[in-house]
């Protein structure tokens, strides 16, 4: 059985996305590219750990990742990513309101789970079968992982900006300790991968 992980982009001071999401600015009211602007630099400095990324046999997100839409489903938003997500695996979205599955081109379908984090890890595990699975956020679903002992492995992406407000990963976990594995320097951001001790 594979590992539980996730990937988070943060500011310096620890927020992964800004105040006031809506269809136009997924991440809120800031400059997204200076959080998540070191994926797409064509150095290579980064290439192990944007390929990580999506490296899992499954994914769970929470519904303000997978769009701005709230409340009952009153119209068809298919993510943010096109027709063609880059998750290439099962997705189960975390949501209170109950959606018929969306298969997408490459292989990722968005399955909704109304039943918890817990079970949304079942169905990702069972349909990961040996690779890992991936919370890819937001952070206050990652959060929610990190509260209830899901996760074993934490890769934070820090980046040189302050964002000021929006939502902070970490907010509203428990006192833990974490092991640091590992910690890699470039020009755009410093990766730190975090076990949370059991």
Avoid: K
Avoid at 33 to 56: C, K, P, Q, Y
Avoid at 62 to 91: I, K, Q, S, T
Avoid at 130 to 145: E, K, L, W
């Amino acid at each position: 059985m594979g590992i539980v992980f996730s990937d988070l982009s943060v500011s310096a001071d620890g927020f992964a996305t800004g105040l006031h999401q809506s269809e136009e600015s997924p991440f809120g009211d800031i400059d997204e590219t200076w959080l998540h602007g070191w994926m797409f630099d064509d150095s290579g400095d980064n290439r192990a750990e944007v390929e990580a990324i999506t490296a899992s046999g499954a994914t769970i997100m929470g519904r303000n990742m997978f769009g701005p839409v709230r409340g009952e489903w009153d119209r068809e938003w298919r993510g943010w990513w096109g027709p063609n997500p880059p998750y290439h695996n099962p997705v189960f979205v975390l949501t209170r309101f109950p959606r018929a599955p969306i298969e997408m081109e490459g292989g990722t379908t968005f399955h909704f789970v109304t039943d918890g984090a817990g079970r949304a890890l079942e169905l990702a595990r069972a349909a990961a079968g040996d690779r890992d699975v991936s919370v890819a956020g937001g952070p206050g679903t990652v959060n929610q992982f990190l509260t209830a002992g899901l996760l074993d492995e934490l890769r934070l992406h820090v980046t040189p900006c302050v964002l000021g407000a929006g939502v902070r990963v970490f907010d509203g976990v428990p006192a833990q300790r974490l092991d640091r594995v590992s910690v890699r320097a470039t020009p755009l951001v410093t990766h730190i991968v975090y076990r949370p001790r059991r």
